[in-house]
T-cell receptor, first 116, second 116 residues
Framework: DARVTQTPRHKVTEMGQEVTMRCQPI?????VFWYRQTMMQGLELLAY????????DSGMPKDRFSAEMPDATLATLKIQPSEPRDSAVYFC??????????????FGPGTRLTVL | AQTVTQSQPEMSVQEAETVTLSCTYD???????LFWYKQPPSRQMILVIR??????QNATENRFSVNFQKAAKSFSLKISDSQLGDAAMYFC?????????????FGKGTKLSVKP
């Protein structure tokens, strides 16, 4: 049963601390998306990778957020330093990357981040 | 820029009855895809149904079906024979078509309650 995995599922941290969230996309998928869900903004795109290359990170605050794909089985989202307004659920999603057709995105269970 | 609007923040349905969730979108593109995702209290985003804009036939998946009105830019979800397990947040999402980046643009969601 192929699925996207994310760790940790929950993270509580103090303001100013570094937070790293990890995602393992479905084997064989070559697109990875990071979304953030908050009550106020809903679900919004933070970053997008295709074949491990970052193609769009315009949704991320550049001064504190960074996203990488060290290899095809791992995507990371880092916040340094974290702030209370970063409290949200962070989802990773992966897709087959088909340029034609309904390239469905499969979501991980999310990381609920609380910054105190 | 594309936008997705879900005008019903909350809906309620009696078990075994039918409910329709509304979604409208705004786009100038002719090639795109539409999705409904379900998010139960576990927070997992689950794909319910998808529709290719170039297909006139409405998509169906068991008890779930859509009413896709391309000219009106409307994409409603009908749930028949509602079950207690259908209680969740439902998100309508848009994705641009060929050659696009592929990220999803979400509506704000509709919270569906199912009464026994």
């Amino acid at each position: 049963d192929a699925r996207v995995t994310q760790t940790p599922r929950h993270k509580v941290t103090e303001m100013g601390q570094e937070v790293t969230m990890r995602c393992q996309p479905i084997l064989g998928h070559n697109t990875v998306f990071w979304y953030r869900q908050t009550m106020m903004q809903g679900l919004e795109l933070l970053a997008y990778f295709r074949n491990r290359a970052p193609l769009d990170d315009s949704g991320m605050p550049k001064d504190r957020f960074s996203a990488e794909m060290p290899d095809a089985t791992l995507a990371t989202l880092k916040i340094q330093p974290s702030e209370p307004r970063d409290s949200a659920v962070y989802f990773c999603a992966s897709g087959s990357g088909a340029l034609r057709g309904t390239d469905t995105q499969y979501f991980g269970p999310g990381t609920r981040l609380t910054v105190l | 820029a594309q936008t997705v609007t879900q005008s019903q923040p909350e809906m309620s349905v009696q078990e075994a009855e039918t409910v329709t969730l509304s979604c409208t979108y705004d786009t100038s593109e002719s090639d795109y895809y539409l999705f409904w995702y379900k998010q139960p209290p576990s927070r997992q985003m689950i794909l319910v149904i998808r529709q290719e804009a170039y297909k006139q036939q409405n998509a169906t998946e068991n008890r779930f079906s859509v009413n896709f009105q391309k000219a009106a830019k409307s994409f409603s979800l009908k749930i028949s024979d509602s079950q207690l397990g259908d209680a969740a947040m439902y998100f309508c999402a848009y994705r641009s078509g060929f050659g696009s980046q592929g990220n999803l643009i979400f509506g704000k969601g509709t919270k569906l309650s199912v009464k026994p």
